[in-house]
């Protein structure tokens, strides 16, 4: 089917950066909106930016002006660029990608593995 494959979490001091990449892969035929979440021991995944075919982002209260998502359609691939980086950013990050897939035209939601990003205060 499909796979996301995450790479770029890290350690990182407080206010420094850290980008995240994604790439899916497998039998695609188009890929919809790509988003980012993050996921803390106790809490829910919460949502952290999205980019959808179009373009269009939309970004948590809590990252805006900090993080940047963007996207390469060419390559299948959604980055999260985190500037000014703080503890409670501290989370492991999951991508999430809407893809209609060859096999049977087939639409549906995929995640990536998760990347661990820790920021030291």
């Known amino acids: 089917q499909v796979q996301l494959v995450e790479a770029g979490g890290g350690l990182v001091q407080a206010g420094g950066s850290l980008g995240l990449s994604c790439t899916a892969s497998g039998r695609i035929f188009i890929v919809g909106t790509l988003g980012w979440f993050r996921q803390t021991p106790g809490k829910q995944r919460e949502l952290v930016a999205t980019s959808t075919s179009g373009g269009i982002t939309n970004y948590a209260d809590s990252v805006k002006g900090r993080f940047t998502i963007s996207r390469d359609n060419a390559k299948n691939t959604v980055y999260l660029q985190m500037n000014s980086l703080k503890p409670e950013d501290t989370a492991v990050y999951y991508c999430?990608?809407?893809?209609?897939?060859?096999?049977?035209?087939?639409?549906?939601?995929?995640w990536g593995q998760g990347t661990q990003v820790t920021v030291s205060s």
């Open positions: 999430h990608a809407v893809v209609t897939s060859t096999q049977a035209m087939r639409t549906t939601g995929y």
